[in-house]
């Protein structure tokens, strides 16, 4: 008697169905980026400016005016290190905040899976947070920073921002559908995160129970942890999450991630399947 294997004819498919979401997500996202900066005159150069001109800016006041650039030699590529990283992590969430209503039109008409939405949002920020980080790489070139093997560990760290911010990603987006005000809350939240993360004040000026707080938030974990890597010859002036927290502090906020995205996916499954309707 022949025998086939119980799987035999679902692996295809199963690969078409994972082929086919990569594709969507790849045409979504890139199409959201140039339609972001279509009919502008300056257009993917505004990816730049804008984290560019708020870097200019705060490095005027707190650098120059209230002598922060003092504390360290890197001070002004930390700074800027700071804004690219929570420009993305502001840019990536607001975006998937909105993403499930400002597609209102493929949620009715068509049959995918609708995590693929907030996805691409989060995607579209990640494209032009990549353009951000050449820029990063020139001022860390102007300042005379060698590159060294243990930078390798940079993507591993910016993965996990992003799949934290995925997270956060689905929960807002899911809510939003229900809860017009959770854009008011989420926006007066990142002004109130961006002063909370130590991105334009060192992390030493707080006492060091404030700093074990700060690093319950992942986008501190991950700036401090960038920032040790590429200042390797200036460790006084960069606090770890080992530093704050013993040995084993980055498993805080590495089990966050895991679970902001644990959660992220029950509430966007619970409510997915009214989407279309609730738009």
């Given at each position: 008697?022949?025998?086939?294997?119980?799987?035999a004819g679902t692996?295809p498919?199963?690969g078409?169905?994972?082929?086919?979401?990569?594709?969507?997500l790849?045409?979504m996202a890139?199409?959201e980026?140039?339609?972001?900066y279509?009919g502008?005159a300056?257009?993917?150069?505004?990816?730049?400016?804008?984290?560019?001109?708020?870097f200019?800016?705060?490095?005027?006041?707190f650098?120059?005016?209230?002598?922060?650039?003092?504390i360290?030699?890197?001070?002004?590529?930390?700074?800027?290190?700071?804004?690219?990283l929570?420009?993305?992590?502001a840019?990536?969430?607001?975006?998937?905040?909105?993403?499930l209503v400002?597609?209102?039109?493929?949620?009715?008409?068509?049959?995918?899976?609708?995590?693929?939405?907030?996805?691409?949002?989060?995607?579209?920020?990640?494209?032009?947070?990549?353009?951000n980080?050449?820029?990063?790489?020139?001022?860390?070139?102007?300042?005379?920073?060698?590159?060294?093997?243990?930078?390798l560990?940079?993507?591993?760290?910016?993965?996990?921002?992003y799949?934290?911010?995925?997270?956060l990603?689905?929960?807002?987006?899911?809510l939003?559908?229900?809860?017009r005000d959770?854009?008011?809350v989420?926006?007066?939240?990142?002004?109130l995160?961006?002063?909370?993360?130590?991105?334009?004040?060192?992390?030493s000026?707080?006492?060091?129970?404030?700093?074990?707080?700060?690093?319950v938030?992942?986008?501190?974990?991950v700036?401090?942890?960038?920032?040790?890597?590429?200042?390797?010859?200036?460790?006084?002036?960069?606090?770890?999450a080992?530093d704050?927290?013993?040995?084993?502090?980055?498993?805080?906020?590495?089990?966050?991630?895991?679970?902001?995205?644990?959660?992220?996916?029950?509430?966007f499954?619970?409510?997915?399947?009214?989407?279309?309707?609730?738009?």
């Open positions: 008697m022949e025998t086939v294997a119980p799987d692996r498919a199963k078409h169905a994972l082929r086919h979401r990569v594709r969507t790849h045409v890139a199409a980026y140039k339609l972001k279509s502008s300056l257009g993917y150069v505004w990816s730049a400016l804008k984290p560019l001109a708020l200019t800016m705060m490095y005027l006041v650098g120059r005016v209230f002598k922060l650039g003092t360290s030699p890197y001070y002004a590529v930390g700074l800027l290190i700071g804004i690219v929570f420009t993305f992590f840019d990536a969430t607001l975006g998937g905040t909105y993403s400002s597609r209102e039109s493929l949620l009715r008409k068509l049959v995918f899976p609708r995590t693929v939405i907030p996805t691409a949002a989060t995607l579209t920020a990640a494209i032009t947070f990549a353009v980080t050449a820029v990063v790489a020139l001022f860390i070139a102007w300042k005379g920073i060698v590159p060294r093997l243990d930078w560990l940079i993507p591993l760290l910016l993965l996990e921002l799949v934290f911010v995925l997270g990603s689905l929960i807002l987006s899911a939003f559908v229900r809860f959770i854009a008011q989420w926006e007066l939240a990142l002004q995160i961006f002063y909370a993360t130590p991105v334009i004040y060192p992390l000026f707080l006492p060091p129970w404030a700093q074990s707080i700060e690093f938030n992942p986008l501190t974990q700036l401090q942890d960038i920032r040790a890597l590429v200042f390797y010859d200036d460790p006084a002036n960069v606090i770890t080992t704050a927290l013993g040995p084993y502090g980055r498993l805080i906020p590495i089990a966050i991630v895991f679970a902001t995205v644990a959660i992220g996916l029950l509430v499954k619970h409510d997915e399947p009214w989407f279309a309707e609730r738009v």
